[in-house]
């Protein structure tokens, strides 16, 4: 028993060695670094007490559970449908949706200002059909469809290999039973499909919330934690409030994983 | 059991399959099902019985001119969910996310029961399958016994015009399997609920049947009774497919059946026939002048109660028989047997 112990304790030591190189270490070390400032606890407090700091907390968490609500609605629809109706060009499509994938955030701000800029599609069209150009690339509205856009191949090929092990036969007994094609998805296909949801879900949620490439590329001022984090690092050099703010956004990710892990019941792996 | 519901007489015109590959599952079939009759539909896979109960339910259209009638009316374009059918799946097919009670009380929470009387119908299938006890369970805490009751239960909660059973005990084991079919037996016509069976265990369908409907490459082979069909099958296939069936060739000669192994006492024989058919239990044991016919033993199975011999007499296959006899048998020995005429069969 005890040279069980000690040779499980042997074999867990790598794994050990790296978690505490690579996570606690660093982590430890940015808590620090948000405690040096000039008053201490200050770096932290000003998150709550700052307006700007707070709002873009706020929109920040916004911004990704708007996103992840969206990704998860529009990859469900399209996963569900691209698993069960076989055409040519399926295969196709499939591999052109998870293109985006290998699409750095620069290149997708540029393709949303491409899309919704000043010079952009949406913005043309709007111009010959109404006489006004609407523009929205460089707001939120540019930053929330950018992170669909990228949040989607994610999901989607999550929801498809789920969509793969519903059961039929479960659908057969609910038609059999008086279920209309509304109640078949809501009773049947969205429970089949929740684990699926709740680990592609949480993955969209943090990279949205992380994301910076895309914010970067769209517009320097706009409200999202990430960019903040880089403002004051680089052009306030006010590490310690860079340091904080990254300390929290962190924890406040991983907080949010956890209570819509707990609310699902289910284990899924909280990406931190 | 407050089943108030009317039998339902179900009527099939013409309903052929041709799945989108090609694939011709059924050929044209008309099948007439009276109010209140449990019909099984036996065969081998392959053989079209799944896709006949599907048209029934409506989860399958019949391809252009097949017409299905629910007491006399066309039912046809409707699909399941307006066909009020139950149905029973081999595979239970229970919602994981939902409790027993929760399962049971589905159909009716889609018809907007009130709670009072969704709870008191919950209840009342609970008792008539005896799971009250499992009620607040979740599915996959119950054992495919109970899952299966929690499904007949689903099924008829909506009293359900008829009630379709796709190969319900298939997945269970042996012993199981007998005393859920003495049950669902039991239920079916307490309730008088038309029910159409699907099955490929022979046994099975001859236990549940009013009539057995023998189906093969997409065709009905034979309908009848269990006894009709058991005692005069139709084809070969259906002789063979049902419960064990000996077969000897030879001519008719002399008011009997002249085989390489002796004659058979035979007076009304068709003079045609060169094949003669009977079954294990018309089969016995004789001795001297007694015996209609001799062969050697090709194999013996002792059973416990009773002993099963494989007798060569020089035909396709060797002669199967039982004997209760308390004797030893020896492979090659040789043994006369008498062939009772009452089971003598031809086709």
Sequence with gaps: ?272 | MTETMKPLAITLTGCAKTFADGTKALEPLDLAINAGETVVLLGPSGCGKTTTLRIIAGLEQPDAGGKVMFDGEGVTPLSIEKRNVGMVFQSYALFPNMSVAENIGYGLRLRKTPTEALRARVGEMLAMMRIEKLADRRIDQLSGGQRQRVALARALAVRPRALLLDEPLTALDAKLRDALRIEIDELLRRLGITAVYVTHDQAEAMALGDRIVVMEHGKVAQIGTPRDIYQRPATLFVADFIGTMNRVQGRVANGGFVTAAGTIPWAGAPAHITEAMFRPQDISLAEGGDAHLRGTIAAAFFLGDRTRLAVNVGGEKPLILETGTRRDFKHGETVGLRIDPHGLLSL
């Excluded at chain 1, 040279?3 to 190189?21: E, K, N, Q, S, V």
């Excluded at chain 1, 992170?147 to 038609?175: C, G, H, N, Q």
């Excluded at chain 1, 949205?208 to 690092?233: C, Q, S």
Aim: aromatic fraction near 12%; proline fraction near 4%; charge should be positive.
């Design chain 1, 1 to 272: 028993m005890n040279r069980d112990g000690h040779r499980l304790t042997l074999l867990l030591l790598p794994a050990g060695i790296f978690f505490g190189a690579f996570f606690l270490l660093p982590l430890a070390q940015l808590f620090h670094i948000g405690l040096t400032g000039k008053e201490g606890w200050g770096a932290y407090t000003a998150i709550l007490t700052d307006r700007n700091y707070f709002s873009s907390l706020l929109s920040t968490l916004g911004l990704a559970a708007i996103t992840t609500v969206v990704t998860l609605m529009v990859s469900g629809l399209a996963g569900v449908f691209l698993q069960r109706n076989r055409f040519p060009g399926n295969g196709a499509l499939v591999a052109m949706l998870t293109f985006p994938l290998a699409f750095p955030g620069v290149v997708i701000g540029f393709m949303v200002i491409m899309l919704a800029g000043r010079q952009g599609l949406i913005g043309d069209i709007s111009r010959f059909l109404t006489g006004d150009k609407i523009v929205f690339a460089y707001s939120m509205a540019g930053l929330f469809m950018g992170y669909v856009y990228f949040s989607i191949p994610r999901t989607i090929l999550t929801v498809m290999a789920a969509a793969e092990k519903l059961d039929p036969k479960l659908e057969e007994a609910a038609r059999s039973l008086g279920a209309s094609t509304w109640h078949v998805v809501v009773d049947v296909i969205i429970p089949g499909l929740k684990p699926a949801f709740i680990s592609a879900g949480a993955i969209c949620f943090a990279t949205a919330m992380g994301a910076f490439g895309t914010a970067f590329t769209l517009a320097t001022r706009i409200n999202v934690l990430p960019m903040v984090i880089y403002t004051e690092f680089t052009l306030e050099a006010n590490i310690a409030m860079a340091a904080a703010l990254s300390f929290v956004l962190g924890a406040v990710t991983w907080v949010v994983l956890a209570v819509a892990r707990t609310a699902a019941g289910s284990t899924v792996a909280a990406a931190g």
